[in-house]
């Protein structure tokens, strides 16, 4: 209680900052303080700042989302479903099924589960009741939702939002708020199966999607440490210098190097034998290679994830997905949870120059491309369930999580060179009329069709021009206009006009909807 | 800035509480405290919180999701993607477009939207930057994004969470995390012909879903303003007595009255006067009734409202909606941003008692049902999107938002009740060997199968029992099993097994794909 009670005297002082006396009390009386009190304390320190008018004091209404977030427009929107139909159809051709969870979390199921990455969590305002904070991915929420229910077998996926309150650059797709679409295989099973299937999916999904070639990098978090082990890193560094080795995507090995040893301590000579090994790359050679190596064969951990490597190999070519796959020893991944294989696709296809340079703080002229970086990533955690288990059962788990924003970011960009124009409706008929006072007439033979099954819209004016009614079609893709008039009523017809050719011919109201349901199958 | 300063003293004072001598200081110092230094000292005090360990000062890690909020399990997904289907097909069959705006907006977007209701909204911890609070409803978001981006004319669905802090009653559908899908239509047109269309969606909505007979209850806010005027209601208190009127369809018309007298200071003959319209139900027959009403009629206000609601009748009539629809002066709703028509939808179904009575506190044996209450609901809101724009620039608005946690309440006990199993997975096919050492055979088998775009699993075990492998497809629904054997390797074939009927026949490896797809096509 010491630390309570020295915290609650420094707090003291700070709120009467600016005073000559400060008011300092002893430390037994503060520790009395209850939760309760605090939040109403809070609550009042809160209420002032607002009436301070946010933090600069002044208040100008500015009409935008929140920072590192987007709307996403209805164009954006019809390519975003499209992406997911193709997600989706993979997961589902590999058996999984769904689940979902809440936005937020008790805070404390997301303790302790990101390392160094714990700060970008966004918290909610404690409002009074449970400390909640929204999810940063969407596998604790998983670990969580296995241990809760006591599932020990699932193959599942789940499309999400998460959030991280990371320094954003959206020209790059990166957001606070993002999508992550994860597959996931929770269970015990034969040695690196559902790990192979992890890779074979990220493969179909990023060829089927047509973002150019990828490459899929793989490596094990138990042959990082043993190489770490061997190469004279102490054991409680692991995780530090693993951090570290993650940023080599980014920066120089002269960088890592660096930062090795000035900030986590390394000496030279341990940073320059670990600068060997992870800028070693290779497939299932590789990995007979280190199995021999007289230095990292020493660690019996290094050892078992090499000879999973090339069991995870010898699936992969039963799988034929090796001309994409390679085992890097410089892949190592930030987030503390994985226990096994990791993996992370990218893309070797660059984002257009023009697009991003100014963004980044380029020189105008820079010719060089910015690489769009990791699309998909995942690895082995088999302890996770286990950290919420009342008594620590296991359920080992692999998967894969695909990030979708930047793909999206890569669609759009397509689509826009692309002359092809993106429907965001799939109207298939504008009910229109050529003639004054056939308002009720339109909307009759409208709802007549609405009740049919077919897509149909209708202009809300009472007496619209016909050119109006036309140009609608034009401008959102509409094929089909079924024409009204006075004749065409008393005919009991309906003139049936293709946008595209202008061609019109009159067909029956009772064969109409037919007439409508063979046409609109026939459309791309 | 008085005020902020008298906060800051009563605050000192509180974190004094239990002290002999209270630490007052003048007032003029705290008034210098800055949104930063606030920042800080909110910091230290949640920081404080923390190490106290939550609310009662014990630290307990339960494994569970927050307050009001649930997962979905694979089941319940099943379920959930059946009804959006449902509702969004209904969306797209009448021409929108969809959109999705992010999770938080800045606070003050939601500022002053919600009257009442507003104590219910969740807000982030200020973890500095930007003050954010989680989106109550999408409408807020909707008129933001037009305003933003100068959208005067779009018709759009959102699908979406939203967040509201209420005392949660789940077993009735009611979570502090819930599922709106909305639809609105934003523009300028003739009156009350997207107002009619919002209705027929309603209709077509609960009709598809099968939920029973249901009704929609319509009003307008300018009949209830215009009620409330010329029965003697001072202007200020419009608003707080239209909430009042909005627990009719929960209260008794005796506690409402009793609310109106004792707690909002109504007059006993202004409330019964109240009484005698709110007590009113009808068509269209009511409208013109009510037109000719002595005291209503002089109302330019209720007048305007009476007769757009005989024109939106004549619509309904066309659209052949009437006989679920009725006009209800009671109907109220209790959100401040609308100001035209205003409706809402319930079952006439309950919920069946045993499930949901002991939650509620009832007594064993009490047999009265449970009414899962509104279903739908909406209105027009013709200011709210000139709210956020810089020049007030209006755009009128109508849309309706389907509640659809209480439907997933009722498909879930429709689906437990009925004896068909619900597939959470769409496999078609499983490969699977009754001998040994067949696993990379298998794997083999299910990766061309994929590749062709067929729905397979394979176990991941090296040798499982082909007892395990049927069982797998009779528990999760597979239809079919490919079975690999040492002789059917050698003869080119799959022994292609039906799991309903046992039938075996051979199949080549090369008409494999297409049988499987002639198969799977013929399935339910």
């Keep these: 209680m010491a630390t309570v009670g020295l915290a609650c005297a420094r707090l003291c002082v700070g709120l009467l900052r600016g005073h000559t006396a400060p008011c300092l009390r002893p430390v037994r009386a503060f520790s009395a303080m209850t939760a309760a009190q605090i939040d109403e304390e809070v609550a009042k320190l809160l209420q002032l700042k607002a009436q301070l008018g946010g933090d600069d004091g002044k208040h100008v209404f500015v009409l935008k989302t929140a920072k590192g977030t987007r709307d996403y427009n209805p164009k954006q929107m019809a390519i975003r479903e499209k992406v997911f139909n193709t997600i989706i159809s993979c997961f589902k051709r590999h058996g999984a099924e769904t689940i979902d969870t809440p936005v937020f979390e008790l805070k404390e199921t997301l303790t302790g589960k990101y390392g160094e990455d714990s700060k970008l969590i966004y918290d909610l305002k404690d409002q009074g009741g449970e400390l909640l904070s929204l999810r940063y991915d969407l596998t604790v929420p998983f670990a969580r939702y296995l241990a809760m229910n006591k599932i020990t077998n699932i193959k599942r996926y789940h499309i999400a939002k998460v959030y991280r309150r990371d320094n954003p650059a959206m020209t790059r797709g990166r957001y606070r708020e993002f999508y992550q679409c994860d597959f996931d295989i929770a269970g015990q099973y034969d040695p690196m199966i559902p790990d192979a299937e992890c890779l074979k999916i990220v493969y179909e999904i990023l060829s089927e999607l047509d973002l150019g070639d990828f490459r899929i990098k793989v490596n094990d978090r138990r042959i990082l440490d043993g190489m770490f082990a061997v190469c004279g890193v102490p054991d409680e560094k692991f995780r530090t210098i693993c951090s570290t080795v993650d940023k080599l995507d980014k920066a120089p090995w002269e960088d890592v190097k660096n930062e090795m040893v000035n900030e986590k301590g390394l000496s030279e000579e341990v940073a320059d034998q670990i600068g060997e090994y992870v800028s070693m790359q290779g497939g299932m050679d590789l990995a007979e290679r280190l199995l021999q190596d007289p230095k990292l064969s020493q660690s019996k951990q290094a050892c078992a994830g090499l000879a999973d490597m090339k069991q995870l190999f010898s699936y992969l070519q039963l799988f034929q997905v090796t001309d994409k796959?390679?085992?890097?020893?410089?892949?190592?991944?930030?987030?503390?949870?994985?226990?096994?294989?990791?993996?992370?696709?990218?893309?070797?296809?660059?984002?257009?120059?023009?697009?991003?340079?100014?963004?980044?703080?380029?020189?105008?002229?820079?010719?060089?491309?910015?690489?769009?970086?990791?699309?998909?990533?995942?690895?082995?955690?088999?302890?996770?369930?286990?950290?919420?288990?009342?008594?620590?059962?296991?359920?080992?788990?692999?998967?894969?999580?695909?990030?979708?924003?930047?793909?999206?970011?890569?669609?759009?960009?397509?689509?826009?060179?692309?002359?092809?124009?993106?429907?965001?409706?799939?109207?298939?008929?504008?009910?229109?009329?050529?003639?004054?006072?056939?308002?009720?007439?339109?909307?009759?033979?409208?709802?007549?069709?609405?009740?049919?099954?077919?897509?149909?819209?209708?202009?809300?004016?009472?007496?619209?021009?016909?050119?109006?009614?036309?140009?609608?079609?034009e401008e959102s893709g509409i094929p089909l206009v079924a024409i009204l008039g006075e004749q065409e009523l008393k005919d009991g017809v309906v003139k049936l006009r293709t946008v595209a050719s202008r061609e019109e011919v009159d067909v029956s109201r009772e064969q109409l909807v037919e007439e409508l349901k063979r046409r609109t199958s026939e459309l791309p």
């Design 325 to 473: 796959v390679m085992f890097d020893l410089s892949l190592a991944r930030g987030l503390d949870y994985y226990t096994g294989v990791i993996y992370e696709a990218v893309l070797c296809q660059t984002l257009q120059a023009p697009v991003v340079a100014e963004q980044n703080g380029a020189v105008p002229g820079d010719e060089a491309n910015v690489s769009v970086g990791s699309v998909a990533g995942g690895g082995r955690y088999d302890g996770l369930v286990g950290m919420f288990d009342p008594k620590g059962k296991k359920v080992p788990c692999v998967g894969v999580s695909i990030g979708i924003e930047r793909i999206f970011s890569l669609m759009e960009q397509k689509a826009e060179l692309s002359a092809e124009k993106v429907r965001t409706t799939e109207t298939q008929v504008l009910v229109a009329s050529a003639q004054k006072n056939l308002l009720e007439e339109r909307l009759k033979l409208t709802s007549e069709l609405w009740n049919a099954g077919i897509k149909a819209e209708v202009l809300y004016k009472k007496n619209p021009k016909l050119l109006t009614q036309l140009q609608h079609c």
